[in-house]
């Protein structure tokens, strides 16, 4: 079975292969044996609709299974998908930290919208693109959150209203100086600072400009930025 195939197995198809099924965060995770390629696996589903974004596979986790065996696998994919995945609920609650607040981000842009019938904005060749506007027949609506074209404006909506509050979350914590310490160090070392000796491009990723900043927070900048350099030398 190729990754193509596993992608497109049904909820029916992999609920009938299942060795164990597991409810985590409202999402549907079935534990599979896929064979010598992908190994013992997990495919999650939500709503019935495949969200393969958010499987794993043993392939990808054979130093775990030789350690640990397929018991010490099961407990990682069940720790995982308890930080991957979150409940509507989750998404509106209050966020503690700089990387709550990216494992949010990232369930909303690429996983959430996978419980919806959508069409990807990703194009590389023409006939991507053919099949972009083709599918803009059904899928008119641009939701710029996740890039694609889905079918009803709700969705969007509701997507809209998660982002929000994400973001006002985001501002909180930014206003925050510990929080703000821990954002910038996050991006300083994202964007290799300590090989830069530069904060520009960390400070752009997340649409700051040094000379708009505070004078506290621009000494946060400095001594992160230090402290990564002087990290890296020693």
């Given at each position: 079975?190729?990754?193509r195939?596993?992608?497109?197995l049904t909820?029916?198809?992999?609920?009938?292969?299942?060795?164990e099924?597991?409810?985590?965060?409202?999402?549907?995770?079935?534990?599979?044996e896929?064979g010598?390629?992908?190994?013992?696996?997990?495919l999650?589903?939500k709503?019935?609709r495949?969200?393969?974004?958010?499987n794993?596979?043993?392939l990808?986790?054979?130093?775990?299974?030789?350690?640990?065996?397929?018991?010490g696998?099961?407990?990682?994919y069940?720790?995982s998908?308890?930080?991957?995945l979150?409940?509507d609920?989750?998404?509106?609650?209050?966020?503690?930290?700089?990387?709550?607040?990216?494992?949010?981000?990232?369930?909303?842009?690429?996983?959430?919208?996978?419980?919806?019938?959508y069409i990807?904005?990703?194009a590389?060749?023409?006939?991507d693109?053919?099949?972009?506007?083709?599918?803009?027949?059904?899928?008119?609506?641009?939701?710029?959150?996740?890039?694609?074209?889905?079918?009803?404006?709700?969705?969007?909506?509701?997507?809209?209203?998660?982002?929000?509050?994400?973001?006002?979350?985001?501002?909180?914590?930014?206003?925050?100086?510990?929080?703000?310490?821990?954002?910038?160090?996050?991006?300083?070392?994202?964007?290799?600072?300590?090989?830069?000796?530069?904060y520009?491009?960390?400070?752009?990723?997340?649409?700051?400009?040094?000379?708009?900043?505070?004078?506290?927070?621009?000494n946060i900048?400095?001594?992160?930025?230090?402290?990564?350099?002087?990290?890296?030398?020693?």
């Amino acid at each position: 079975m190729t990754i193509r195939e596993i992608e497109k197995l049904t909820f029916a198809q992999a609920k009938s292969i299942a060795i164990e099924t597991v409810k985590i965060k409202e999402h549907d995770c079935f534990f599979v044996e896929l064979g010598e390629h992908f190994g013992y696996s997990v495919l999650v589903f939500k709503n019935g609709r495949h969200i393969y974004h958010a499987n794993d596979y043993e392939l990808l986790h054979s130093f775990t299974v030789e350690k640990n065996g397929k018991e010490g696998i099961w407990q990682y994919y069940i720790k995982s998908l308890n930080k991957k995945l979150f409940t509507d609920s989750e998404l509106l609650e209050p966020i503690g930290s700089y990387e709550e607040y990216n494992r949010k981000d990232y369930f909303l842009r690429n996983l959430w919208i996978m419980r919806y019938d959508y069409i990807s904005a990703f194009a590389i060749t023409e006939e991507d693109q053919n099949a972009i506007e083709e599918g803009k027949k059904s899928h008119p609506f641009f939701n710029s959150m996740s890039f694609c074209y889905v079918a009803n404006k709700e969705i969007i909506d509701e997507e809209s209203k998660y982002f929000e509050h994400l973001q006002k979350e985001y501002e909180k914590l930014s206003n925050d100086l510990d929080s703000f310490r821990e954002i910038i160090a996050t991006e300083l070392a994202n964007h290799e600072a300590c090989l830069t000796c530069d904060y520009k491009e960390a400070l752009s990723a997340i649409g700051l400009k040094f000379d708009d900043l505070p004078i506290d927070k621009q000494n946060i900048v400095k001594v992160e930025l230090k402290k990564q350099i002087d990290n890296y030398q020693m």
